[in-house]
T-cell receptor
Framework: GDSVTQMEGPVTLSEEAFLTINCTYT??????LFWYVQYPGEGLQLLLK?????DKGSNKGFEATYRKETTSFHLEKGSVQVSDSAVYFC???????????FGSGTQLTVLP | EAGVAQSPRYKIIEKRQSVAFWCNPI?????LYWYQQILGQGPKLLIQ????????DSQLPKDRFSAERLKGVDSTLKIQPAKLEDSAVYLC?????????????FGDGTRLSIL
């Protein structure tokens, strides 16, 4: 079945550091890929998405590129802020019902 | 636009009791999902509705969990009787359709604690 593997956390960075959170997937067909962010006590919010190979999703300074050859969708940001502290989930959508399959999440803490 | 509304935000019950959660999706969204998120894990799909019909409930523990979406709008998820392992956050999400690439919009969830 479909699966998503994220780098294990927690990740702690200083403000303005470079961020990479690795995500790889296994899926049949051609999935759509997503990054969701969850702030404490809140539901998940869509951060960015890509629907086909080589697409780059971007939002709020975050970027991720759909790499079919390496089955990866790594999240990057050039300069993190304290307000980026949250849990980040990589997810894919595939199959006839287009359901989301989530990774286990990566906790990011950014220190001032 | 108003987001996905869920209630209650928190619920504490004893094992073997029953509990119900309510979800109001974004207006016009045909597809509604219920997820279970255990602490430290990603959300796991319990059931998916398209309008008022069930698309997938293969991961719903049907001996104790039930869900309905009458009139294709609001939905309720019920657990009866609750077990300790049901302690989790229950998230409701909706999307315009179930077509590929359509983002799902999540509510803030109901945090359930079983004593």
């Amino acid at each position: 079945g479909d699966s998503v593997t994220q780098m294990e956390g927690p990740v702690t960075l200083s403000e303005e550091a470079f961020l990479t959170i690795n995500c790889t997937y296994t899926a049949t067909g051609y999935p759509s890929l997503f990054w969701y962010v969850q702030y404490p006590g809140e539901g998940l919010q869509l951060l960015l998405k890509a629907t086909k190979a080589d697409d780059k999703g971007s939002n709020k300074g975050f970027e991720a590129t759909y790499r079919k050859e390496t089955t990866s969708f790594h999240l990057e940001k050039g300069s993190v802020q304290v307000s980026d502290s949250a849990v980040y989930f990589c997810a894919l959508s595939s199959g006839s019902a287009r359901q989301l399959t989530f990774g286990s999440g990566t906790q990011l803490t950014v220190l001032p | 636009e108003a987001g996905v509304a869920q209630s209650p935000r928190y619920k504490i019950i004893e094992k073997r009791q029953s509990v119900a959660f309510w979800c109001n999706p974004i207006s016009g969204h045909a597809t509604l999902y219920w997820y279970q998120q255990i602490l430290g894990q990603g959300p796991k799909l319990l059931i998916q509705f398209q309008n008022n019909g069930v698309v997938d409930d293969s991961q719903l523990p049907k001996d104790r969990f039930s869900a309905e979406r009458l009139k294709g709008v609001d939905s309720t998820l019920k657990i009866q009787p609750a077990k300790l392992e049901d302690s989790a956050v229950y998230l409701c999400a909706s999307s315009l359709t179930d077509r590929g690439g359509q983002p799902q919009h999540f509510g803030d969830g109901t945090r359930l604690s079983i004593l």
